[in-house]
């Protein structure tokens, strides 16, 4: 896979049941393994964007970040704005840019981003142009399907080429990228709004070899021909407004896919393990692995400490909504390990801030950049999961309403 595309591993009871969350699945510290030790890089405490990707954007051989409306250039974080990206006018406290994919849509190259919003609803790529550091770079849209949360770039069809998979509330779409030159080509797929809520992700459900794609409601089974919009959908437990990216991954090694989630504005990371019931249908158990924060977005699984089980980052959206349970509370950002022989999960700080004690009342009033105490770090819509400095570890960026900040692996 090539450098600068993200490097991030993806992966009843019955009916709409899900079971009791049971109390030994509760994270606890690690006392085996030594935490990674982390250093925090300040991009740009200013930034207000939530979403960014790392990639080599002036070919110099060095991961640069990409973030909103601007680029960033490593080793020193030298900032190039290169578009514009407005603040709804619905709403002023987002900003039209949800995601911040790179990969090289037109084949020269040069990484580009693939993006989308909420209010525009708009798909869309943005190309690199190369040259100049400060030349403007292109928005060329793909299409409107509806409010996004966010996308991720995933390959579910298999060919070795990433698509894009928004999280459209309205419909579960994928986007694939069909044709490069003379002329750049998306192809929809629309697979309906049974399953479309808050939150999508995907994962090999029934262990066939395909990934099927995951909502809060169920999921939709991949069929032979991946290019057919007839993905059976089977709604088999409801999450709720779940997070972005929902994660199907064996966690407990028992060769049956499972189910990890957030809680995208509320309280609550879990997961859901599957077990075969006696008359041979999926069954689902909800258990806890953290509920002490709130506005669960992002989700990523990365081999963090390089013995090749993927660790869980996640952490706090700051200010998914400004008015909403936890929205004040301290900026967090954690990693977790599943613990397959106790059968619990081990959480490890990486950055913990200070609450917004002076917040105003009134949501319209509400402003992260100075609400929260400076440098406060969370996971806004997108993590970089990337070795940044090129020293054999993964480090992580981390963008959001609160900064733009990097966290450097520095290892145990």
Same mark, same amino acid.
């Given at each position: 896979m090539p450098q600068f595309i993200r490097n991030q591993q993806l992966f009843r009871l019955s009916l709409?049941?899900?079971?009791?969350?049971?109390?030994w699945q509760t994270v606890t510290a690690d006392e085996k393994s030594p935490?990674?030790?982390w250093k925090m890089h300040t991009i740009n405490d200013q930034s207000p964007y939530e979403a960014c990707g790392a990639a080599d954007f002036?070919? =110099? @051989? %060095? #991961? *640069?970040?990409f973030s909103g409306d601007s680029w960033y250039a490593a080793p020193n974080w030298t900032k190039h704005k290169v578009r514009d990206v407005p603040a709804s006018t619905q709403n002023p406290h987002y900003y039209e840019?949800?995601?911040?994919?790179?990969?090289?849509?037109n084949g020269d190259g040069r990484p580009d981003i693939v993006t989308c919003n909420y209010f525009g609803k708009r798909v869309g790529w943005v190309e690199n142009p190369g040259g100049d550091a400060t030349a403007a770079w292109t928005e060329?849209?793909?299409?409107?399907p509806g409010n996004m949360e966010t996308g991720e770039l995933v390959d579910l069809n298999g =060919? @070795? %080429? #990433? *698509?894009?998979?928004?999280?459209?509330?309205?419909?579960?779409v994928w986007y694939e990228l069909t044709q490069q030159k003379p002329a750049v080509v998306w192809t929809k797929h629309d697979l309906g709004s049974e399953g479309a809520g808050?939150?999508?992700?995907?994962?090999d459900i029934n262990r066939d070899g395909r990934l099927d794609i995951i909502t809060p409601k169920g999921w939709h089974e991949q069929p032979a021909d991946a290019a057919s919009n007839a993905w059976p959908f089977h709604a088999e437990f409801q999450l709720g407004a779940a997070g972005i990216f929902i994660h199907g991954r064996d966690v407990d090694g028992d060769q049956l896919t499972d189910i990890v989630y957030g809680m995208g504005h509320g309280f609550g990371l879990s997961w859901l393990k599957q077990t075969a019931g006696t008359d041979g249908k999926r069954e689902w158990t909800k258990l806890n692995i953290d509920d002490t924060f709130s506005q669960v977005h992002t989700l990523v699984f990365t081999d963090l400490d390089g013995k090749g089980e993927p660790e869980l980052v996640t952490g706090k959206r700051v200010y998914a909504h400004e008015?909403?349970?936890g929205d004040t509370d301290a900026s967090v950002v954690f990693y977790y390990q599943f613990d397959r022989t106790a059968a619990k999960w081990n959480k490890h700080a990486i950055f913990h801030g200070d609450p917004a004690l002076n917040a105003p009342k009134d949501a319209k009033d509400r402003w992260a950049l100075k609400d929260f105490p400076k440098g406060s770090a969370g996971t806004g819509l997108q993590v970089a999961a990337v070795d940044m400095d090129a020293d054999g570890d993964i480090d992580l960026v981390c963008p959001g309403k609160s900064g733009l900040y990097m966290f450097e692996n520095l290892g145990q």
């Open positions: 709409f049941v899900i079971g009791p969350l049971l109390i935490e990674l030790k002036n070919g =110099d @051989g %060095k #991961l *640069d970040i840019d949800f995601a911040d994919s790179p990969l090289d849509v060329h849209e793909i299409d409107t =060919d @070795g %080429k #990433l *698509d894009f998979l928004p999280n459209t509330g309205n419909v579960v808050h939150g999508v992700g995907a994962g008015v909403e349970p």
